[in-house]
C-alpha cells in the first residue's frame, strides 16, 4: 500500500502514545541488505534528510546489547489515527478540504478533471548540415522563380502604357474596350470570388485593378497615386457585369456572417451540460461525507497543500482510466499468489490485515511465472493493483468507519539482491502504489526482520517524516508472534505466525476467544475445565516456542472416583505439531486439568481456548 512520506501539517500531527522496541538478531553487517521490500518503500520520499533520531537511539542501545544475545532497537512514537469527521477537524483544514472541493467542482463542470493533460511543447530538433544546405538552395531557386515571374507580371501594364499615357482618365472606357473573352474570365473569377470575405473580394479588386489599368511612370515603377487612381476607377467605371455581381458578393457574405453568428447565439442560450461524474475507488469524487473521507486522504498525503493534493488527485482520475481499473476488477489473473499475499482476520481496531510473504519468491517456478519475461511482470503487476482494488472496495468509507488496513510483512527467506527481476517489478508497483493510494496504511508491521536489516533501517531512517517511521513496528524472528499480539488478537493471527487462526476450521472460529496466560521459567500452569454429565469437552492449545511437557487428565466429582488419563505426559519440541488439539467426552461430572510444565530458564506464552457440547441422545 502506498504511503505518502510529505511532513505533516502541525494540525494533524499524531498524538505520542507509547515507544515500542525491536528486537533483531545482532550479527556484523558484511553483506549489501537486499531489495527494498514493497510495503516499506512506498512509505517514502525524497526529501530533505531530518535528524536521525531512530539512528541515535539504535546507537545508544548497542552496549547494552553486547550483554544480551540480541539488539534491541527503541521504535518512533506509535501512530494514531485522524478523525474523518469533517465536524472535528481544525479549522484550516476544513477550509483546505472547501477550496479543494471548489477546484474539484469546477473542473467536473468543465468536464477537464478526466481530460488527457496538455502535451508538453515540441521541442525543436536540431537540423544536420545536409538539411540546412537544402533548405538554402530551394530558398535560392524560389528567389529566382519569383525573379523570374517578375517582369512577366509588368509585361501586361506595359503594353497599356500608351493609351494611359494619353488620357489617364480614360482607364474605364479602356477596361470596355477589353477583348470580350478577357471579360468573361473576369466574371467567372468574380464568380468564383463571391462565396470568399468581403476583405478578399477587396484585395481581388486591387489586383484587378493593378493589371488591367496600369498607371505607371515613365520608368514603368508603379506609384502610390496610380494604384489609387486606378481602384478609384475601377470602382467608378466597372462594367455592368462586374458592377452587378459586386452587390451580389456583400449581399452574399452578410448572410454568411449572421448565419455564423446565429449558432453562436443558439449555443449561448442552450443549457449546459450537466457535470461530468467521477468515481474513485468506488466512491463519487462529490456527493457525500464518503466523498470527504477520500480527498482527505489526498490533503494528508500533500501535507494540506490544496494545489498539490488537487493534482494528486487528477493524475489519479486519468491514471485509473488509463490502466483501466474497472475492467481490470473483472479480469481472472489466477490464484497463484494467494500465498505470497492474502488477507486474514481484523486487527483489534477493526482494520482488514494483510500479508506479504516474501520468501514465497524463493519458489523458483512461481518467481519464474511471476517474473520470467516482462509480459509476466505486467501481469504480476495487474494482479498486484486487483488484489489491493478489491480489497478497498471492502472498506467503510463513512467518517466513523474503517478505511484504512494494516500490512504485516513477513522478512523470512527474503529474497536477495540478485533477484534483479522481483526489485524492478517491486519499485514499479510502489510508484504506482505511492502516486495513486494514498494513506491506505494503518500501520506497517516487518517481523522475521534478519540481521542484515538493521543496517537498511540506519540508511533511511533519515529519509522518513516522523509520520511515516511512526507507522513501522519492527520483530525479529523470537519476538514476532509476540509483536503480531500487540495489535491483533491470537484467534486472528494465522498460525503459521503463532496465532490460532486456521482456515476451514468447523471447531473453532474467529469468534471463539482466546486466553493468553505467560507461564514462568521452571514453573508449571494448570488448566481446569469443568464438566457436566453428558457432555464433551473441547480445546486447543499453543505455547509459543513449545520446549515445555504436556498432559492432560479427568478427575471425577465424586470421591474415590477414578481418575482417567486423557493424554499422557510427554515433551513438546518447537518442531512438533504448532497447535494441539484434544477433547475429552465425560460420562460423569468431573473436570478435566491441563498441566504445563515449563521446564526452560524463559518464560512461555500459552494461547488456548475451549468449547463445552452436549452429546447428542
Same mark, same amino acid.
Given at each position: 500500500?502506498?504511503?505518502?512520506?510529505?511532513?505533516?501539517?502541525?494540525?494533524?500531527?499524531?498524538?505520542?502514545?507509547?515507544?515500542?522496541?525491536?528486537?533483531?538478531?545482532?550479527?556484523?553487517?558484511?553483506?549489501?541488505?537486499?531489495?527494498?521490500?514493497?510495503?516499506?518503500?512506498?512509505?517514502?520520499?525524497?526529501?530533505?534528510?531530518?535528524?536521525?533520531?531512530?539512528?541515535?537511539? #539504535?546507537? $545508544? +542501545?548497542? @552496549? =547494552? !546489547? %553486547?550483554? &544480551?544475545? /540480541?539488539? *534491541?532497537?527503541?521504535?518512533?512514537?506509535?501512530?494514531?489515527?485522524?478523525?474523518?469527521?469533517?465536524?472535528?477537524?481544525?479549522?484550516?483544514?476544513?477550509?483546505?478540504?472547501?477550496?479543494?472541493?471548489?477546484?474539484?467542482?469546477?473542473?467536473?463542470?468543465?468536464?477537464?478533471?478526466?481530460?488527457?493533460?496538455?502535451?508538453?511543447?515540441?521541442?525543436?530538433?536540431?537540423?544536420?548540415?545536409?538539411?540546412?544546405?537544402?533548405?538554402?538552395?530551394?530558398?535560392?531557386?524560389?528567389?529566382?522563380?519569383?525573379?523570374?515571374?517578375?517582369?512577366?507580371?509588368?509585361?501586361?501594364?506595359?503594353?497599356?502604357?500608351?493609351?494611359?499615357?494619353?488620357?489617364?482618365?480614360?482607364?474605364?472606357? #479602356?477596361? $470596355? +474596350?477589353? @477583348? =470580350? !473573352? %478577357?471579360? &468573361?474570365? /473576369?466574371? *467567372?473569377?468574380?464568380?468564383?470570388?463571391?462565396?470568399?470575405?468581403?476583405?478578399?473580394?477587396?484585395?481581388?479588386?486591387?489586383?484587378?485593378?493593378?493589371?488591367?489599368?496600369?498607371?505607371?511612370?515613365?520608368?514603368?515603377?508603379?506609384?502610390?497615386?496610380?494604384?489609387?487612381?486606378?481602384?478609384?476607377?475601377?470602382?467608378?467605371?466597372?462594367?455592368?457585369?462586374?458592377?452587378?455581381?459586386?452587390?451580389?458578393?456583400?449581399?452574399?457574405?452578410?448572410?454568411?456572417?449572421?448565419?455564423?453568428?446565429?449558432?453562436?447565439?443558439?449555443?449561448?442560450?442552450?443549457?449546459?451540460?450537466?457535470?461530468?461524474?467521477?468515481?474513485?475507488?468506488?466512491?463519487?469524487?462529490?456527493?457525500?461525507?464518503?466523498?470527504?473521507?477520500?480527498?482527505?486522504?489526498?490533503?494528508?498525503?500533500?501535507?494540506?497543500?490544496?494545489?498539490?493534493?488537487?493534482?494528486?488527485?487528477?493524475?489519479?482520475?486519468?491514471?485509473?482510466?488509463?490502466?483501466?481499473?474497472?475492467?481490470?476488477?473483472?479480469?481472472?489473473?489466477?490464484?497463484?499468489?494467494?500465498?505470497?499475499?492474502?488477507?486474514?482476520?481484523?486487527?483489534?481496531?477493526?482494520?482488514?490485515?494483510?500479508?506479504?510473504?516474501?520468501?514465497?519468491?524463493?519458489?523458483?517456478?512461481?518467481?519464474?511465472?511471476?517474473?520470467?519475461?516482462?509480459?509476466?511482470?505486467?501481469?504480476?503487476?495487474?494482479?498486484?493493483?486487483?488484489?489491493?482494488?478489491?480489497?478497498?472496495?471492502?472498506?467503510?468509507?463513512?467518517?466513523?468507519?474503517?478505511?484504512?488496513?494494516?500490512?504485516?510483512?513477513?522478512?523470512?527467506?527474503?529474497?536477495?539482491?540478485?533477484?534483479?527481476?522481483?526489485?524492478?517489478?517491486?519499485?514499479?508497483?510502489?510508484?504506482?502504489?505511492?502516486?495513486?493510494?494514498?494513506?491506505?496504511?494503518?500501520?506497517?508491521?516487518?517481523?522475521?526482520?534478519?540481521?542484515?536489516?538493521?543496517?537498511?533501517?540506519?540508511?533511511?531512517?533519515?529519509?522518513?517524516?516522523?509520520?511515516?517511521?511512526?507507522?513501522?513496528?519492527?520483530?525479529?524472528?523470537?519476538?514476532?508472534?509476540?509483536?503480531?499480539?500487540?495489535?491483533?488478537?491470537?484467534?486472528?493471527?494465522?498460525?503459521?505466525?503463532?496465532?490460532?487462526?486456521?482456515?476451514?476450521?468447523?471447531?473453532?472460529?474467529?469468534?471463539?476467544?482466546?486466553?493468553?496466560?505467560?507461564?514462568?521459567?521452571?514453573?508449571?500452569?494448570?488448566?481446569?475445565?469443568?464438566?457436566?454429565?453428558?457432555?464433551?469437552?473441547?480445546?486447543?492449545?499453543?505455547?509459543?516456542?513449545?520446549?515445555?511437557?504436556?498432559?492432560?487428565?479427568?478427575?471425577?466429582?465424586?470421591?474415590?472416583?477414578?481418575?482417567?488419563?486423557?493424554?499422557?505426559?510427554?515433551?513438546?519440541?518447537?518442531?512438533?505439531?504448532?497447535?494441539?488439539?484434544?477433547?475429552?467426552?465425560?460420562?460423569?461430572?468431573?473436570?478435566?486439568?491441563?498441566?504445563?510444565?515449563?521446564?526452560?530458564?524463559?518464560?512461555?506464552?500459552?494461547?488456548?481456548?475451549?468449547?463445552?457440547?452436549?452429546?447428542?441422545?
Amino acid at each position: 500500500m502506498a504511503e505518502e512520506t510529505q511532513a505533516p501539517a502541525a494540525a494533524s500531527t499524531p498524538a505520542a502514545t507509547t515507544t515500542e522496541e525491536v528486537v533483531m538478531v545482532e550479527k556484523p553487517v558484511t553483506e549489501s541488505p537486499a531489495p527494498v521490500p514493497e510495503a516499506e518503500v512506498e512509505e517514502k520520499k525524497a526529501e530533505e534528510p531530518k535528524e536521525k533520531e531512530e539512528v541515535v537511539a #539504535a546507537e $545508544e +542501545a548497542a @552496549p =547494552a !546489547a %553486547a550483554e &544480551e544475545p /540480541e539488539l *534491541k532497537i527503541a521504535q518512533s512514537v506509535s501512530f494514531k489515527e485522524e478523525s474523518n469527521v469533517v465536524s472535528e477537524l481544525p479549522e484550516a483544514q476544513k477550509k483546505a478540504l472547501e477550496e479543494l472541493k471548489q477546484l474539484i467542482q469546477e473542473d467536473l463542470n468543465k468536464h477537464e478533471l478526466t481530460a488527457p493533460p496538455p502535451a508538453p511543447p515540441a521541442k525543436e530538433e536540431e537540423k544536420k548540415p545536409e538539411e540546412e544546405e537544402a533548405e538554402k538552395v530551394v530558398e535560392i531557386k524560389e528567389e529566382e522563380k519569383t525573379a523570374e515571374e517578375a517582369p512577366k507580371t509588368e509585361e501586361k501594364p506595359a503594353e497599356a502604357a500608351p493609351a494611359a499615357e494619353a488620357a489617364p482618365a480614360a482607364a474605364a472606357p #479602356a477596361v $470596355e +474596350a477589353a @477583348p =470580350a !473573352a %478577357a471579360v &468573361e474570365e /473576369e466574371k *467567372k473569377e468574380e464568380e468564383v470570388k463571391i462565396e470568399d470575405k468581403k476583405e478578399d473580394v477587396k484585395e481581388e479588386a486591387t489586383t484587378t485593378a493593378v493589371v488591367a489599368a496600369p498607371a505607371v511612370d515613365e520608368d514603368g515603377a508603379k506609384t502610390v497615386e496610380a494604384i489609387e487612381e486606378t481602384i478609384v476607377a475601377v470602382a467608378s467605371t466597372e462594367p455592368p457585369a462586374a458592377a452587378e455581381s459586386a452587390p451580389d458578393a456583400s449581399s452574399s457574405i452578410k448572410p454568411e456572417e449572421a448565419k455564423t453568428e446565429e449558432p453562436k447565439t443558439e449555443e449561448e442560450a442552450a443549457p449546459s451540460p450537466p457535470p461530468e461524474e467521477v468515481f474513485i475507488y468506488g466512491i463519487p469524487l462529490l456527493g457525500d461525507d464518503r466523498s470527504d473521507v477520500i480527498l482527505l486522504k489526498f490533503l494528508r498525503a500533500r501535507d494540506f497543500k490544496v494545489k498539490d493534493a488537487f493534482t494528486m488527485i487528477k493524475n489519479t482520475v486519468r491514471w485509473r482510466k488509463e490502466f483501466g481499473i474497472d475492467s481490470l476488477l473483472e479480469e481472472d489473473l489466477g490464484n497463484e499468489l494467494e500465498k505470497v499475499v492474502f488477507t486474514k482476520g481484523v486487527d483489534k481496531e477493526g482494520h482488514p490485515v494483510c500479508y506479504n510473504v516474501y520468501g514465497g519468491f524463493q519458489d523458483k517456478e512461481l518467481y519464474q511465472n511471476c517474473f520470467g519475461d516482462e509480459e509476466k511482470s505486467k501481469k504480476f503487476l495487474r494482479w498486484r493493483i486487483q488484489f489491493l482494488e478489491k480489497s478497498i472496495r471492502k472498506l467503510d468509507f463513512s467518517p466513523t468507519g474503517i478505511c484504512t488496513i494494516v500490512q504485516i510483512n513477513d522478512l523470512k527467506n527474503s529474497p536477495g539482491p540478485t533477484k534483479r527481476e522481483l526489485r524492478q517489478a517491486t519499485n514499479q508497483a510502489v510508484s504506482i502504489l505511492q502516486d495513486n493510494y494514498p494513506e491506505f496504511v494503518a500501520r506497517q508491521v516487518f517481523i522475521n526482520v534478519p540481521w542484515w536489516y538493521l543496517a537498511f533501517n540506519k540508511m533511511i531512517s533519515p529519509f522518513l517524516t516522523q509520520r511515516t517511521k511512526s507507522k513501522f513496528v519492527f520483530a525479529g524472528p523470537s519476538k514476532s508472534a509476540e509483536t503480531l499480539f500487540k495489535y491483533i488478537t491470537p484467534e486472528q493471527v494465522p498460525v503459521q505466525y503463532g496465532g490460532l487462526g486456521k482456515d476451514g476450521d468447523h471447531e473453532f472460529t474467529a469468534s471463539d476467544a482466546v486466553t493468553e496466560i505467560v507461564i514462568k521459567p521452571a514453573a508449571k500452569h494448570t488448566i481446569e475445565l469443568p464438566a457436566t454429565e453428558s457432555c464433551t469437552l473441547v480445546w486447543e492449545l499453543r505455547v509459543l516456542g513449545w520446549e515445555v511437557s504436556y498432559a492432560a487428565e479427568f478427575s471425577p466429582s465424586v470421591e474415590n472416583g477414578y481418575t482417567v488419563i486423557v493424554s499422557k505426559n510427554r515433551k513438546v519440541a518447537p518442531t512438533d505439531e504448532a497447535v494441539i488439539y484434544d477433547s475429552f467426552k465425560a460420562g460423569e461430572a468431573g473436570k478435566v486439568v491441563i498441566t504445563i510444565d515449563n521446564q526452560s530458564s524463559k518464560k512461555k506464552k500459552l494461547l488456548y481456548r475451549t468449547k463445552t457440547k452436549p452429546v447428542s441422545s
